[in-house]
């Protein structure tokens, strides 16, 4: 016959679990939050020099692959695509708009969904993931930032007719969708317009700076044969 336990220490033992499942919790909570915060702790830091293309692939070498790919796949030169992302985010992976403070310290909303380096927002980024991408693609991730910048322009091209080697204006619809360059809703925002000739001239400078560097990052894996690897 067995003994029945002690009420005490069933008590006792239930006690004992119930504190472990509470204190698992809270250390696969804090994992999280630095899993998280390590995301943005670990990326690459904005370029020193970001009016030379030639120093931000020799800081990044693996951005020039990237932007090359994309460039191979959609048609926007790696210029472009560079200059599109010093526009929008100054190159910083997780960078987002600043919030709206109420009274001077009450955070607001954000003004928009934009984020990461080619500020992406929420709609269109799950049209690229439909279309283009993949449930994997992270905004904060130079792969992807200048996938998405290929496939928006190779869109607005379809859509609107502008050439892939005017970024001025790929970049007015990049900035008000398809819909809102055509009806020349950037005509009327002069900060949309000094946006686009900013762009445009910065792109003009990578790509003279280009010309004379790329031969660097062209063919520099032990893989890569040339001339097969050279554009």
Same mark, same amino acid.
């Given at each position: ?27 696969? $909570? ?16 904005? #370029? ?12 990044? #070498? ?39 403070? *109420? ?7 954000? #003004?928009?969904? $934009? ?12 049209? *690229? ?33 502008? =050439? ?35 762009? $445009?001239?910065?792109? =003009? ?9 790329? $031969? ?16």
């Amino acid at each position: 016959m067995h003994r029945p336990v002690d009420s005490f220490w069933v008590s006792a033992l239930s006690s004992a679990a119930s504190s472990s499942t509470a204190q698992l919790r809270g250390w696969l $909570a804090v994992a999280a939050l630095l899993l998280l915060s390590g995301c943005a702790t670990f990326a690459p830091s904005p #370029p020193e020099d970001q009016t030379n293309i030639c120093e931000i692939f020799r800081e990044q #070498p693996s951005w020039y692959d990237y932007a090359q790919e994309s460039e191979e796949k959609w048609g926007t030169p790696i210029a472009t695509q560079m200059a599109f992302i010093q526009r929008e985010s100054s190159f910083r992976s997780h960078v987002r708009p600043d919030r709206k403070y *109420y009274l001077g310290f009450i955070p607001g909303p954000r #003004p928009s969904s $934009a984020r990461g380096y080619a500020q992406a927002q929420d709609p269109v980024w799950g049209e *690229y993931e439909d279309q283009a991408g993949s449930l994997f693609a992270r905004r904060t991730h130079m792969k992807h930032a200048t996938d998405f910048i290929g496939w928006y322009n190779a869109r607005t091209q379809a859509q609107t007719g502008v =050439s892939l080697n005017n970024p001025e204006h790929l970049y007015y619809a990049y900035h008000e969708g398809a819909g809102g360059y055509q009806r020349g809703t950037y005509r009327n925002k002069p900060h949309v317009l000094n946006a686009g000739r900013q762009v $445009a001239s910065l792109s =003009s400078r990578y790509q003279a700076q280009l010309n004379s560097c790329q $031969a660097e990052f062209q063919c520099r894996r032990f893989y890569q044969v040339w001339p097969f690897c050279r554009s």
